[in-house]
């Protein structure tokens, strides 16, 4: 699974890094859930949130559907 989880946050990469920003992989829990660090612009925007849950969560658990969730640390 995490090899899944690493190639849909590749496919997502691009978009943040034309932004500034970009996504790295924590890991991931007992209970599926994601957990991400945002960094560089993306580490401090106040539209992080709403990239994190509209953005990166929604692809992610599209592509792998045993994510249950996604989270920032």
């Known amino acids: 699974m995490q090899n899944r989880v690493l190639k849909a946050l590749d496919s ?15 890991r991931i829990d007992e209970n599926n859930v994601l957990y991400v660090k945002l960094i560089g612009a993306c580490g401090g925007c106040p539209m992080s949130t709403l990239t994190l849950k509209q953005g990166i969560e929604r692809i992610v658990k599209m592509q792998v559907p045993e994510i249950t969730a996604v989270e920032a640390v």
Request: proline share 7%; glycine share 20%.
């Open 12 to 26: 997502i990469r691009p978009g943040l890094q034309a932004d500034g920003g970009d996504v790295e992989f924590v």
